[in-house]
């Protein structure tokens, strides 16, 4: 009697033990499944993540190349003037030589490199190898490969590596008071990565063949805000020649620019 309870009492035991065996082994294939579902729902968001953010790249580029555009058109329907000559002519009047120095000083002026060689202008042409008309918003020196280019203002470089729009290795400086000057087509070398500082005259690259280009030479771009300005005007930049170059360039605001350089100069002296 007394064996047969204790053989009952066994049974009972083994049967819980086997319960509790298949409760967790229940238990553990049903987390692994969620476990597996959350592993998949995370991969096909990564995925979903990257498709935007290559879609978000190609609009930036589009609306870029847009942007571009606009200004092209606004600079053959001669739009976005800031001044008439009249304005000019009075600013011109009441400043001295020294300060005209000192905004020649504190803008883009000068080459950005010994290669002087003009082998495009700014403006209208065909391009040498889509052969269609297109604008050309800058201005191509020839030269030999490796010739250093330089800065042709203080800046900050706001970009330095490969760009896929046809300039290859591209170096774009932002400058004070609105000014951007870009450098194109360069060898792969460049000195300087975003964010840095650059005065003038310092080595920001090589010239280069790389991109859409031809023949060794340098793409050379300068903009105020959103203008494109022809780099013509800015290279030659001296004294003797301001009061022209003021009068012809209608797209800077010479006005402000003058407030803006001499107002922060005199600051400096206190
Ligand atoms: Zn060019």
């Not at 047969?4 to 086997?18: G, Y």
């Not at 330095?160 to 008071?177: D, M, Q, T």
């Not at 090589?206 to 031809?214: A, C, I």
């Amino acid at each position: 009697m007394q064996k047969q309870q204790n053989r009952k009492f066994l049974l009972n035991i083994l049967s819980i033990i086997v319960l509790i065996f298949i409760l967790a082994a229940l238990f553990l294939t049903f987390i692994s499944s969620k476990l597996e579902d959350m592993r998949a729902e995370k991969l096909y968001l990564l995925q979903q993540n990257q498709i935007l953010q290559n879609n978000i790249e190609k609009k930036k580029v589009f609306f870029e190349e847009i942007e571009d555009k606009i200004a092209d058109i606004k600079v053959l329907i001669d739009e976005d003037r800031y001044h008439d000559n009249k304005d000019v002519k009075k600013l011109l009047s009441t400043i001295t030589n020294k300060q005209k120095q000192l905004i020649i000083s504190a803008i883009p002026s000068g080459y950005p490199s010994i290669s002087r060689r003009v082998t495009s202008a700014f403006g209208y042409r065909i391009h040498p190898l889509l052969h269609t008309r297109k604008f050309h918003h800058g201005l191509d020196f020839g030269g030999k490969l490796g010739t250093p280019i330089v800065a042709t203002a203080n800046g900050i470089i706001e970009f330095s590596g490969f760009n896929k729009g046809g300039y290859g290795n591209l170096v774009v400086i932002a400058h004070n008071f609105g000014f951007k000057t870009a450098y194109g087509h360069m060898l792969k070398k460049l000195p300087y990565k975003s964010g840095d500082f650059v005065k003038k005259g310092d080595i920001i690259g090589y010239l280069g063949n790389s991109g859409r280009s031809t023949g060794p030479h340098l793409h050379y771009e300068v903009k105020f805000i959103k203008r494109v300005l022809d780099p013509s005007h800015f290279v030659t930049l001296c004294g003797r020649n301001f009061d022209k170059i003021a009068t012809l360039e209608n797209r800077v605001n010479w006005n402000a620019l003058a407030n803006a350089v001499l107002n922060q100069l005199s600051l400096q002296t206190f």
